[in-house]
């Protein structure tokens, strides 16, 4: 992992008074937003139309596309600049977008390829293809700079974007967030008055009610797939409604979607770590500091349950986080990472300007100076208040968070991300027990944060994942474990999980195995530039740490402890050189055990925290039958007893 102070950026000096958390404001943002602009430039193809960014290879959707996707995404970034700033543009940067978009639509093509013959052509709007992912950045862009912009287009240049963008209110998207694109570009022809078949409002009309399918409530929308939850929920579903609305001055949809985001917004602050870091759980990571979009949109939009100095020390958080952590290559360009690159997190869909959709972070730049969002002092971010446990029903989450180590771990009993009508393989980012702000799933190697039956030497998974829900400190869920695409014969594994303060208790029921039938079930995986593994007994755990010798606690130290408690047998750990996201070398606690001849619990505790400290101290954790019951060290216990039927649990304070 990369260390790369921010400093690196010319930022201006910190404002520890006003912002005692981060030491970031306002000025910080335009600086970090004119330093990303200005690191583009150079890669600016003719006229202006297509940006392309060197990267390690092109995206599934051609060179051409990428150009394109490198034009829109810092498009995107420029409007929530220069419309913040009342159109004002020292740098010139809508008179570079304005020749790219007047360049881009004179012949647009389906070619997928760049060619010496034309190296300057937008890619035309068709089914299902980049381009229309696109157009709703361009569109969005061009609504928020209408007056700078669009205003001033010759008409023949502002026809031919209008031609160009309507190609997505007349082809499919992808029947997830996707809708939501061709729904943004019809807002901005309807406010232009550029409607006149009445394409654009139905192309509005049609995206809210395709959305509608999927809100379940509480602020939640699935993405497409049944269970599919993570950050799109913030920065697609809730971000581009409530932007619409604000824009359209439309009270009746703000009072719906934005108080659906005010619902989401109420956990999802809660899933940010002390550092600043984001939930490290889903696709695109690589978007990154897009993170804080919804924080913004809440302020924006005066639908938020937070403070405006709660919101912009957890927004400020997220980007510091990622520009002192090495997000920005020597150049000054996003990497395709987390920190900085790492293959192992691209999606076929990514391409070298994809990271650039980290620009929705900045829409909070749309704030003028003297809204409270900018004057107020920050404010402890969730994380940092008390230690909480709290539960989030309809994704069947539970968050866990501690203030002496500002770490936030998700326990994950409800998103697996399979589709409807088939099963795939497991997602790491999508179909692990856990998640956290300092954890990344291990792309290779054993599963990490998985209980799993060995058969044939094979590692069972999850597949789909079918939720009991989450309450008071708990969250259950049941699945069928499958090897490769075939379910064990009458398999059911039953799984609970209860949490208190930093720690954890795990059970597991598995019925319907044949007697003698390996289980594992594995820990945190904790990744660094160096690492320490250690089992005594019943306890498995390991230390990682990206500087300083190995005695150092704090931030740059990370321990992660699994020991078992019934059912298991055998306790190791596991060192992974090939690491995760946080660091090139990892170690995983992982226990073992067997099956009896009828229905087997097995349970461990667990802890993921910022510690030099070896012993898991943990619960006093008893088992009789199918019944845990819990103290933890406060003296507060959970009783929990497990069925094919789901979990019954009862808590005492």
Excluded at 547 to 568: C, K, M, N
Aim: charged letters at 20%.
């Amino acid at each position: 992992m990369v260390i790369r102070s921010a400093a690196s950026l010319l930022l201006p000096p910190e404002d520890r008074k006003l912002s005692p958390y981060t030491g970031w404001t306002r000025s910080h943002w335009e600086a970090a937003a004119d330093a990303l602009l200005a690191a583009v430039r150079p890669f600016a193809g003719p006229e202006q139309a297509l940006i392309m960014l060197p990267g390690p290879r092109p995206s599934i959707s051609g060179t051409r596309s990428d150009g394109l996707e490198g034009y829109a995404r810092t498009f995107l970034l420029a409007a929530f600049r220069i419309a913040g700033a009342g159109g004002d543009d020292p740098q010139g940067l809508l008179a570079r977008y304005a020749q790219g978009l007047e360049a881009g639509t004179r012949a647009p093509t389906t070619d997928r390829e760049l060619t010496d013959r034309d190296p300057i052509s937008w890619l035309a709007i068709g089914d299902r293809n980049q381009a229309m992912v696109e157009a709703a950045s361009i569109a969005l862009a061009l609504r928020l700079t209408r007056p700078w912009l669009w205003d001033r287009l010759d008409p023949q240049v502002r026809e031919r974007a209008r031609t160009w963008l309507a190609g997505a209110l007349h082809h499919t998207p992808v029947d997830n967030n996707w809708w939501l694109f061709p729904f943004t570009v019809g807002g901005f022809l309807a406010e232009a008055g550029l409607d006149e078949d009445g394409a654009a409002e139905a192309a509005v009309r049609r995206g809210l009610a395709k959305i509608e399918q999927w809100y379940l409530g509480d602020g939640w929308y699935t993405d497409g797939r049944p269970r599919a939850f993570d950050h799109y929920n913030g920065w697609a579903f809730h971000l581009y409604p409530v932007l619409h609305a604000h824009l359209s001055g439309d009270r009746e949809l703000l009072d719906t979607y934005g108080g659906r985001l005010a619902a989401h917004l109420d956990g999802y602050a809660r899933t940010f770590g002390a550092d600043g870091a984001p939930m490290h759980q889903g696709r695109s990571l690589s978007y990154r500091f897009a993170a804080a979009a919804p924080l913004w949109a809440g302020a924006l939009t005066g639908r938020s349950p937070l403070t405006p100095g709660a919101t912009r020390r957890l927004a400020s958080g997220v980007l510091r986080h990622f520009l002192d952590r090495g997000a920005t290559e020597p150049d000054g360009l996003l990497s395709l990472g987390w920190y900085g690159p790492y293959p192992p997190l691209v999606q076929p869909y990514s391409g070298p300007a994809s990271p650039y959709w980290a620009s929705k972070g900045f829409v909070g730049l749309l704030l003028p100076p003297d809204h409270p969002v900018w004057t107020a002092p920050e404010e402890a971010a969730p994380v940092e208040r008390t230690d909480a446990v709290h539960p989030l029903p309809q994704p069947g989450w539970l968050i866990q968070s501690t203030v002496a180590d500002g770490l936030v771990r998700l326990h994950n009993h409800g998103s697996d991300d399979q589709p409807a009508d088939q099963v795939l393989p497991d997602e790491p980012l999508y179909a692990r027990l856990g998640y956290s702000t300092a954890t990344g799933p291990l792309p290779d190697g054993p599963p990490d944060n998985h209980f799993g039956l060995v058969v044939d030497g094979q590692v069972s998974e999850r597949g789909r994942i079918r939720p009991f829900g989450a309450g008071d400190g708990w969250a259950a869920s049941a699945h069928r474990p499958r090897i490769g695409a075939v379910e064990l014969p009458g398999v059911t594994v039953t799984s609970l999980v209860l949490a208190h303060g930093a720690d954890e208790v795990h059970a597991h029921l598995v019925t319907g195995a044949a007697p003698g039938t390996e289980v594992r079930h594995s820990g945190w995986p904790v990744a660094g530039t160096a690492a320490e593994t250690w089992t005594d007994g019943p306890l498995a755990a390991a230390g990682t740490w990206t500087d300083g010798p190995l005695t150092e606690t704090g931030a740059g130290r990370l321990t992660s402890a699994l020991q078992q408690v019934e059912g298991y047998t055998a306790a190791r750990t596991v060192r992974v050189p090939a690491g995760t996201a946080f660091g090139p070398i990892c170690a995983l606690p992982v226990l073992s055990g067997r099956t009896g001849a009828g229905p087997s619990l097995f349970v461990s505790v667990a802890r993921l925290s910022r510690s030099a400290a070896r012993p898991l101290d943990g619960p006093s954790v008893s088992t009789e039958g199918a019944l845990i019951r819990v103290v933890w060290s406060d003296g507060s216990s959970h009783e929990a007893s497990l069925d094919l039927d789901g979990p019954s649990v009862r808590r005492k304070d």
